[in-house]
């Protein structure tokens, strides 16, 4: 289940990226206890912390991602990743914690990025309005984002982060 939370700011998921262990149902119906990860537009997972990916899911690919009711029959904390074929039910901790996955993986899948120079810098870019925003005469990031000067420097020239397809080093599943 999620072992932190970067800021109590419920928006925190887009100047940081999500982290933390959560069960996966097998398609036997068991649960596996499984490190979690944010990565950009990605959502992987691994065994353990630090050790070797088992899977990335390229979140602008995926179905539906969906909040379960509390009430579902393997309680509270439920959400589903829909790939393919595939539903993922993966659970956390708590409701809220689930929630805050879901709406982490969705902003995401709806092309929301993450993007960091250092871990103390992070900069939101969202792919549809930055190039809009920066001709329009806007010359600072969005509300939302409070950016340091020398990241503002850098949108001159806007980086336009779009969703591409799974790199050859990633394995979808």
Known sequence: MEDKHPHDDTTAYMTDELRGYLLK??????????WFETNGCFLTYYKKQGQKLLAALNLPQVGEIALLPEGAEDGPGLFTIELNDRIYTIKA???DDAA??????????QGGVVASSNTDEALLLQHANSNED??????????AVKAPQQLKDKLEQP????PQGCTKCCVIQ
């Open 100 to 109: 805050l996955w879901v709406e982490a993986l969705v902003w995401r899948q």
């Open 159 to 162: 980086e336009v982060v779009k």
């Open 134 to 143: 920066m001709q329009d005469g806007m010359d600072s990031p969005p509300p």
């Open 25 to 34: 149902k097998t398609r036997n119906g068991k649960w596996q206890k499984r």
């Open 93 to 95: 901790k708590s409701q």
